[in-house]
């Protein structure tokens, strides 16, 4: 049972180009996030889900678009990369609003030089 | 606007010693309070959890503690463990509609030395 995957693990890219990580989970859970980590300032809450075809703004939804198109995947997008977005990007799911505990991918390591 | 404030950022604790990590919130709508653990290059993973209607919570070495009237909570690691190095993440969730988003504190790096 993989849980939740991340992909890639690591990218590099120039300011203003664009890219994709991609997040699927293979526990059937209906809720998947994504949140970003910055040192001293937690993880928050970037865009989540609550369903195949349904997205929603977290704390921090500038510059990052989303997708959930198939239950399994999240999608997440930089159309324009700034070296702000520079972060360890973490994916998660939840089976249910009233489940307690989120399971979290491995996370994408993203420098935007 | 940081809604879990979360302190020490870092801990330096000495094997079999007590690790204390502090939380407080604002939020009044908050009605679930967990601890995560994150070790270097993994995903965080669910530590401890607590209610607000508990005061206290313990499995094995880790205990959580909840003050609801002065909105803090904490975590204790007892006999700490050099395998305990790791980040540590406090957390609340909204009741209600919160499709169960999770608002984090900023960490606390705690390293326990043999």
């Known amino acids: 049972n993989a849980g939740v995957t991340q992909t890639p693990k690591f990218r590099v890219l120039k300011t203003g180009q664009s890219m994709t990580l991609l997040c699927a989970q293979d526990?059937?859970?209906?809720?998947m996030y994504w949140y970003r980590q910055d040192p001293g300032m937690g993880l928050r809450l970037i865009h989540y889900?609550?369903?195949?075809?349904?997205?929603a703004k977290g704390e921090v939804p500038d510059g990052y678009n989303v997708s959930r198109l198939k239950k399994q995947n999240f999608l997440l997008g930089l159309e324009s990369a700034a070296p702000s977005q520079t972060s360890v990007y973490f994916c998660?799911?939840?089976?249910?609003?009233?489940?307690?505990?989120?399971?979290f991918g491995a996370g994408s390591r993203l420098t935007v030089l | 606007q940081q809604q879990v404030k979360q302190s020490p950022q870092s801990l330096i604790v000495q094997k079999g010693g007590i690790s204390i990590i502090n939380c407080a919130y604002e939020n009044t709508a908050f009605d679930y309070f967990p601890w995560y653990q994150q070790f270097p290059g993994k995903g965080p993973a669910l530590l401890i959890a607590i209610r607000p209607d508990v005061s206290e919570k313990k499995e094995g070495r880790f205990t959580i503690s909840f003050n609801k009237s002065a909105k803090q909570f904490s975590l204790h690691i007892m006999d700490s463990q050099p395998g305990d190095s790791a980040t540590y993440f406090c957390?609340?969730?909204?009741?209600?509609?919160?499709?169960?988003?999770?608002?984090f504190g900023q960490g606390t790096i705690l390293t326990v030395h043999p």
């Open positions: 957390a609340a969730r909204s009741g209600g509609t919160s499709y169960g988003k999770l608002t």
């Open positions: 889900s609550v369903g195949e075809g349904t997205t």
């Open positions: 998660a799911s939840s089976p249910f609003s009233g489940a307690n505990v989120l399971t």
């Open positions: 526990m059937n859970h209906e809720y």
